[in-house]
């Protein structure tokens, strides 16, 4: 098989990336500008716009109102475990990770009932429209936003029960299976599902991202008995964060 030549969009792109990646181009320096890279590159103006939009959507520079482009500090990844579901005191599963690594995690979170989407129904093996107890969270390190996560449990289950509300009341703030459990519902498998995507304004804007970036998606859902209990979208910037594993061989 051949490839046909690279676009010179693409071909400026690359050496200027080559540029940051290597430090030639620091953070926080100015990148050329459209003229420049049009004169430097023997190209027309258009393809210097292009090789810039390249770059921006890969997250590697920023525009800053009435100043510029200029090249964004390139974080370090950091981890996000994801283990297997241990038994600790009650904790959720953010609580687990951030007790035992020492981190100083913090969170936010808002519940309401709400009817469940076509997409939700059909995890949660229930009807459109069925009452659902929706819950939004933003989870915190050291006070940056690391993660976002939208949990629903189906109210058939949960309703009128001590655990409806997944953060208030005895078990408030305990993992799902601890929940579950207190209302004679056994948890005994978690499946998760992971797949990246542009993120959507406002994630990017409670995650400190710029348009563009992209995030990881974990769909996780807990299972009683092979029923659905409760799904949740666990949503987390890739440039910042890195997901592992660490599941016991049985």
């Known amino acids: 098989m051949t490839f046909g030549e690279q676009p010179a969009y693409l071909r400026v792109a690359d050496d200027l990336r080559k540029q940051i990646v290597s430090g030639t181009l620091a953070p926080h320096t100015r990148l050329p ?132 509300l997944p953060e208030e009341g005895p078990l408030g703030g305990c993992g799902v299976v601890e929940r579950m459990a207190a209302i004679d519902v056994i948890v005994d498998n978690v499946a998760e599902e992971v797949g990246a995507r542009p993120g959507l304004a406002e994630e990017l804007h409670l995650l400190g991202g710029v348009p563009g970036h992209v995030v990881l998606v974990i769909e996780r859902t807990y299972y009683a008995s092979g029923r659905p209990v409760e799904t949740a979208d666990v949503v987390i910037p890739a440039d910042r964060y890195r997901v592992a594993y660490h599941l016991p061989v049985k």
């Open 33 to 164: 500008s459209q003229a420049r890279i049009r004169e430097e590159y023997g190209v027309s103006d258009t393809v210097a716009l292009e090789a810039r939009k390249v770059l921006m959507a890969e997250g590697l520079v920023e525009g800053r109102s009435g100043s510029g482009t200029y090249v964004r500090e390139r974080p370090v990844p950091r981890r996000v475990s994801r283990a297997a579901y241990r038994h600790r005191g009650g904790l959720s599963p953010f609580r687990q990770e951030q007790a035992e690594s020492g981190a100083r995690g913090t969170w936010e979170s808002r519940s309401e009932q709400a009817q469940a989407d076509a997409d939700i129904a059909r995890r949660l093996a229930i009807e459109p429209g069925d009452r659902v107890m929706r819950t939004s969270y933003v989870f915190r390190d050291a006070g940056e936003a690391m993660m976002l996560s939208t949990s629903y449990e189906p109210l058939a289950i949960t309703g009128r029960t001590p655990v409806m």
